[in-house]
């Protein structure tokens, strides 16, 4: 890799919310080793269409020939939207890398695939493209997730612990000098899939939520779920949600606004209790939940940290920062993905590259 002082990245991040697709051209520098800075210089998110959202919320029952198709026009669909995004703000990568979407993760089983052909990205921008980050960590016995950790260690070391409020919320912090990291429960997947019963996309603010009231039997079938009894490492996937969560929220006959408030008491019961066992600090919060101030509140309500909601910037684009310096560090052969996070038998530099030369590599 030629000598660089700064790395201009790229980070692309498509959620289980189904927000739309995150765009964020990032600056590393590192001043002296093992230590980074950054810059978010633009970033801005594509909102998926409802044939998108229709496409990838139900790809899991699709048949071979669907799942190969949509996986190579997600990459050209990415793929102009990026180079629109790059013209538009007159931007200079050297990489771009690329979560992907994920239709199944299944670390048990031995695999966790990401859509979104990181070699149909390349030919449509003509810059570099990193991809597929989870997928040898899982041969390696790992889940696979989380990713973002190793970031959070590096560029957020300032914090207690970083709490992402995605579709799934997970935690990182660092324990006995190494860096742990796992999913707590799910965030805004049961919490959307509520919010449209109401005909709304999200519920703003928690509004609908605040108008509801806890129905005690839910709340304790929600906490009784088996995983939340595992240790770390350990992550959730949509399966989870569809398999499990869904039929329960189903199964009861409730107004969705008391649904709503039960979830977000379940979900902040949940997420509290794992930070009762931290050193008391400044917690980082990122993610759409963030943005859910009913659902803050609650989790204020419930610990003793101080829970820091920092600007919208990076509240919105933690996620593809973070891809963004997974990949840079990918690019220079630096350790990416944690072990002691994802439960792997070893750490590991991850990610497909595409358009990358091999002397670069050395």
């Known amino acids: 890799m030629p000598s660089l002082e700064t790395y201009t990245v790229i980070g692309l991040m498509s959620g289980?919310?189904?927000?739309?697709?995150?765009?964020?051209?990032?600056e590393f520098s590192e001043p002296s080793p093992g230590r980074y800075t950054y810059n978010i210089i633009a970033a801005e998110t594509v909102p998926y269409t409802e044939e998108w959202k229709q496409r990838l919320s139900t790809l899991e029952n699709a048949f071979a020939y669907d799942y190969v198709f949509t996986n190579a026009q997600l990459g050209e669909y990415i793929g102009e939207k990026v180079h629109a995004f790059i013209a538009r703000n007159d931007l200079h990568p050297c990489l771009i890398a690329s979560h992907g979407h994920t239709i199944f993760h299944q670390p048990q089983h031995g695999f966790s695939s990401q859509i979104g052909d990181g070699n149909a990205i390349l030919v449509k921008t003509g810059i570099?493209?990193?991809?597929?980050?989870?997928?040898?960590?899982?041969?390696?016995?790992?889940?696979?997730?989380?990713?973002?950790p190793v970031g959070d260690q590096l560029l957020f070391s300032g914090y207690e612990a970083c709490l992402n409020l995605g579709g799934i919320s997970n935690i990182s912090y660092n324990r006995d000098g190494k860096r742990v990291a796992y999913d707590i429960s799910l965030c805004n997947i049961p919490l959307n899939y509520l919010a449209r019963q109401l005909g709304k996309e999200y519920d703003h603010n928690g509004e609908e939520a605040r108008a509801g009231v806890v129905n005690p039997t839910l709340f304790q079938a929600m906490n009784r779920q088996d995983y939340f009894k595992e240790q770390g490492p350990k992550s959730l996937g949509k399966e989870w949600f569809v398999d499990i969560f869904r039929p329960l929220l189903d199964e009861y006959n409730l107004p969705v606004q008391d649904k709503l408030r039960t979830t977000v008491e379940h979900i902040a019961f949940q997420i509290t209790r794992d930070l009762a066992s931290l050193p008391q600090g400044k917690i980082l919060i990122t993610g759409g939940g963030a943005f859910n101030a009913f659902l803050i509140e609650q989790m204020q309500q419930l610990t003793h940290h101080r829970l820091f909601v920092p600007d919208a910037l990076l509240v919105n684009y933690k996620e593809a920062l973070a891809f963004a310096f997974l990949g840079m560090l990918r690019m220079t052969n630096k350790i990416n993905t944690l072990a002691s996070v994802t439960g792997a038998s070893?750490?590991?530099?991850?990610?497909?590259?595409t358009g990358l030369p091999a002397p670069m590599l050395s």
């Not at 070893?346 to 590259?353: F, K, L, Q, R, V």
């Open 346 to 353: 070893e750490d590991s530099c991850s990610g497909s590259i």
């Open 16 to 26: 289980t919310s189904l927000d739309g697709l995150d765009m964020a051209c990032c």
């Open 128 to 148: 570099p493209v990193i991809y597929d980050f989870r997928s040898l960590d899982v041969a390696l016995g790992g889940q696979g997730a989380p990713l973002v």
